[in-house]
Every structure is written in C-alpha cells, then in structure tokens.
C-alpha cells in the first residue's frame, strides 16, 4: 500500500509562520519529486512547490522567497516552511509523491497524493 501523509496545518495569524510535513510510506519507491499543492473553496487546486530528488526546487510566484520546501530522500519525507504568511494562503494544503508504486503485482509509474491538511490564516 503506497500512502502519502501531510502534517501540521492549523490557525496562524497574519504574518506568521508554520511548517508543514509529509512523509510516503509503503509501496512507493524510487520517488522522483515531492511536491505541495494547494486549494481553496470554489479555486482551482494550484501548484506551490516542488522538489525533485536531486533537490532541484520550483515555486509559485506568490510564494517565492517566504516559502521553503526541503525533503529527505532517505526517510522518503518532505517539509514546506511557510512564513510571511496572509490570508490569501489559506487553503488546503496537499503532498504528492511521484515515483514507482506496486499495485495490482505490478510495477508502475504513478502520482500518490495525500488526505489534506488545513491551513487558516486570521487574526
């Protein structure tokens, strides 16, 4: 069973911070990148971080020099460093793992991503 698991969202104030964790776990091996997406109610689900597994890292303009996005890739884990945070990051934050994933007494290629973990800008 190939799963991936997010950690640590919660309420922050503005201009906070708060770091996220993702650990894939079971099946999944030889992963690729790791990466966090986010959505809002009634957004589309957008892109705002990546990293691949020679730690070359890609992020969205709106996050770019607040955000950090780090992994591990021998414990297969990856963290998402927020600060500076506003209310336009509230959201739903999800991990994706991307790399090999026995299913069906197969070997294939596939995306897995993980439940959600809310994140609540307020004051």
């Known amino acids: 069973q190939a799963q991936v698991v997010e950690s640590g969202g919660g309420l922050v104030q503005p201009g906070g911070s708060l770091t996220l964790s993702c650990a894939a776990t079971g099946s999944i091996y030889s992963i690729n990148s790791m990466a966090w997406y986010r959505q809002a109610p009634g957004k589309q689900r957008e892109l705002v971080a990546a990293i691949t597994s020679g730690g070359r890292t890609i992020y969205a303009d709106a996050v770019k020099g607040r955000f950090t996005i780090t992994r591990d890739n021998a414990k297969n884990t990856a963290a998402l460093q927020m600060n500076s945070l506003n209310l336009e990051d509230t959201a739903t934050y999800y991990c994706?793992?991307?790399?090999?994933?026995?299913?069906?007494?197969?070997?294939?290629?596939?995306?897995?991503w993980g439940q959600g973990t809310l994140v609540t800008v307020s004051s």
């Open positions: 994706r793992a991307d790399g090999q994933v026995i299913t069906g007494g197969k070997d294939k290629y596939r995306e897995v």
